[in-house]
């Protein structure tokens, strides 16, 4: 089992960036494929990046493209998600969730992932 702890989040302005961190408990956490997700209100949760167990490969939503990346350090548990150049329409919740199995990477959705975390809050004001 896996447990994820979100961090990072907050309020900037437009152009702004925040970099948002993922914590992971298990021993078994290099063997997962990792994502993150967000949810706007009244929406519902889109993929927003993914990586892959090893961190050699990486997929990327369109609208995200140039300005978001994301990583991780099998040594600490961690994923992360440099998020660039910030628009009013990447506020959001985001939230960091593990998958593992036999569905082929890039996973993008939310069903392709077996566990989450409770999110963080990200504002982007104009």
């Known amino acids: 089992q896996v447990q994820l702890v979100e961090s990072g989040g907050g309020l900037v302005q437009a152009g702004g960036s925040l970099r948002l961190s993922c914590a992971a408990s298990?021993?078994?956490?290099?063997?997962?494929?990792m994502g993150w997700f967000r949810q706007a209100p009244g929406k519902e949760r889109e993929f927003v990046a993914a990586?892959?167990?090893?961190?050699?490969?990486?997929y990327y939503t369109n609208s995200v493209k140039g300005r978001f990346t994301i990583s991780r350090d099998n040594a600490k548990n961690m994923v992360y998600l440099q998020m660039d150049s910030l628009k009013p329409e990447d506020t959001a919740d985001y939230y960091c969730a593990a998958g593992r199995g036999t569905i082929v990477f890039p996973r993008t959705s939310t069903s392709s992932y077996n566990y989450w975390g409770q999110g963080t809050q990200v504002t982007v004001s104009s």
């Open positions: 990586i892959s167990w090893s961190g050699g490969h990486t």
């Open positions: 298990g021993r078994a956490f290099s063997q997962y494929d």
